[in-house]
């Protein structure tokens, strides 16, 4: 199993920046074995939604609302995901979690809290 941690989720004014981080621990042959890592987040009363995905081979993703702000990276250990969020909105307030994927299983963290403030 993988177990993945959030941090980096705090109170930002809006126009600011933040980045998120993600840990995930396992045995090595588990991590080096994952095959996508992601950030999703999560409005209040709104469903889970992508935000940008990294393959392990390093190809990224992101969603239309944060391209060109958001960007998704690995630490060079492979058991590190960053998400860099610049010009942050106060649309983009949510509970952002860590996924990863490893043999089609999802693992996810507990969340990390980020505030835009207008």
């Known amino acids: 199993q993988v177990q993945l941690v959030e941090s980096g989720g705090t109170l930002v004014q809006a126009g600011g920046s933040l980045r998120l981080s993600c840990l995930a621990s396992?045995?090595?042959?588990?991590?080096?074995?994952?095959?996508?890592m992601a950030w999703y987040r999560q409005a209040p009363g709104k469903q889970r939604e992508l935000v940008a995905t990294?393959?392990?081979?390093?190809?990224?993703n992101s969603a239309e609302s944060v391209k060109g702000r958001f960007t998704i990276s690995r630490g060079s250990a492979k058991n590190t995901v960053y998400l860099q969020m610049n010009s942050l909105k106060p649309e983009d307030t949510a509970v952002y979690y860590c996924?990863?994927?490893?043999?089609?299983?999802?693992?996810w963290g507990r969340g990390t809290q980020v505030t835009v403030s207008s």
């Open positions: 996924n990863a994927v490893l043999r089609q299983v999802n693992y």
């Open positions: 990294i393959t392990s081979r390093g190809s990224t």
């Open positions: 396992g045995s090595i042959f588990e991590i080096n074995a994952i095959d996508a």
